[in-house]
Every structure is written in structure tokens, then in C-alpha cells.
């Protein structure tokens, strides 16, 4: 059955550094790849989307690669900040549904 | 704003007690989907609709049902909910294609 991995651990790092989220998936040939804020409480919130024939997208402080051979996708933020910190989450897609991953928790310390 | 609404915030139910979600939009999406998200694990897809079309997840349990009456509207009915259906739920709406969901702030559901 499809499988997507996030690191279930907590990533911990100082504000204006680089967080490097991991999302790995087995079983599943996605058409795009999704990622997603999410606040304790509250709903995901849509950031970025990357489809297969695409290797990079950015917008801001975010960028995200999509490697469909190594069946991964990395979520990039530059100049992090303690507003950066929240849950993400990883979702793959096929025609109009999203199979979402677990997340990864970010905190970023002033 | 456009924006995706979910009633209530926080509900509890008895074990056993039918209970009715409610989620509205404003974006006139076509797709609506309803998720259940347990502490700390992926949200999973119920069931979502296409416009009217119906489409159940294979592995969502009889005890779940939807309705879709007009674009606007979808509800979530949990006919005989037990404590394992105790979950934050989720809707959210998109245009039918690769676009980004915008979900709602989520509904609470506790089991008594």
C-alpha cells in the first residue's frame, strides 16, 4: 500500500538558519506533491505544489525539489523564524485527491 | 474573504448519539472533502465529492455518511459515533485539478 514518511521527530533550530523537511513516499507514482502549514488546533494551510515534471519551486523563504526517482521531496526555509514554527505536512496527489504524511514538527528558538 | 467555515469548533456527543459536522464555502470550489485527523497522525480522507458525485474511501466506516445539497454545503453525519471516532475533522475544498485545498479550522468531535 502507498507509504509517506515524514520525520516523526521534532526538528529543532536557530532562528535564521536553514530547516530542511524530508518527505519520502514507496508505492505510489504521485502526479504532484503537495506541502502544508499546520497550527496546533487548526486546519492545514495550502503553501506550495510541485508537479512530477518539475525538479524545483520556490516562493519566498520556501523552496521545495522533487525527486521522483528517489521517490523524496526536501521542503526548504530559508532564514527561518520562530513564526516559522508549526507542524508541515507532506501530501501526494493523483487526479484530485491528497494522501497526506504524518508532518514534521518545526521549532525554531530565537 | 473567501474562506471555508466549519460548525461547530468543539462538539461532544454521547457514545452512540448521531452527530451532524457542518462545512460552508464561499469559494464556489466543485470538490469537497471531509478528513478525520486522529493526535499526531496524517489526516484521512472519508469520503469527497465532485460537484454532486459521491466518492467513498474503500476503508470508511458505514458509520460515516455526507451530504452535499447545494456547492455551498457539505455535512458529515456520524450515525452512531463511539469513543474511537473521538477526532479533529476536517474540511476543505479545491478546484478540480492539481490546485492547493483550503481547508477549514476543523471541528473537535468528543465522544462521551
Known amino acids: 500500500s502507498q507509504k509517506i514518511e515524514q520525520n516523526s521527530e521534532a526538528l529543532n533550530i536557530q532562528e535564521g538558519k536553514t530547516a530542511t523537511l524530508t518527505c519520502n513516499y514507496t508505492?505510489?507514482?504521485?502526479?504532484?506533491l503537495q506541502w502544508y502549514r499546520q497550527d496546533p488546533g487548526r486546519g492545514p494551510v495550502f503553501l506550495l505544489l510541485?508537479?512530477?515534471?518539475?525538479k524545483e519551486k520556490r516562493k519566498e523563504r520556501l523552496k521545495v525539489t522533487f525527486d521522483t526517482t528517489l521517490k523524496q521531496s526536501l521542503f526548504h526555509i530559508t532564514a527561518s523564524q520562530p513564526a516559522d514554527s508549526a507542524t508541515y505536512l507532506c501530501?501526494?496527489?493523483?487526479?484530485?485527491?491528497?494522501?497526506f504524511g504524518t508532518g514534521t514538527r518545526l521549532q525554531v528558538f530565537p | 474573504d473567501a474562506m471555508v467555515i466549519q460548525n461547530p469548533r468543539y462538539q461532544v456527543t454521547q457514545f452512540g448519539k448521531p452527530v451532524t459536522l457542518s462545512c460552508s464555502q464561499t469559494?464556489?470550489?466543485?470538490?469537497m472533502y471531509w478528513y478525520q485527523q486522529k493526535s499526531s497522525q496524517a489526516p484521512k480522507l472519508l469520503f469527497h465529492?465532485?460537484?454532486?458525485?459521491?466518492?467513498n474511501e474503500a476503508d470508511t466506516p458505514d458509520n460515516f455518511q455526507s451530504r452535499r445539497p447545494n456547492t455551498s454545503f457539505c455535512f458529515l453525519d456520524i450515525r452512531s459515533p463511539g469513543l474511537g471516532d473521538a477526532a479533529m475533522y476536517l474540511c476543505?475544498?479545491?478546484?478540480?485539478?492539481?490546485?492547493?485545498?483550503?481547508f477549514g479550522s476543523g471541528t473537535r468531535l468528543t465522544v462521551v
Open positions: 510541485i508537479r512530477e515534471n518539475e
Open positions: 465529492y465532485y460537484d454532486k458525485d459521491f466518492n
Open positions: 501530501a501526494l496527489g493523483d487526479t484530485d485527491k491528497l494522501i
Open positions: 469559494l464556489n470550489h466543485n470538490v
Open positions: 508505492n505510489y507514482s504521485p502526479a504532484y
Open positions: 476543505a475544498t479545491s478546484l478540480q485539478g492539481d490546485y492547493g485545498y483550503t
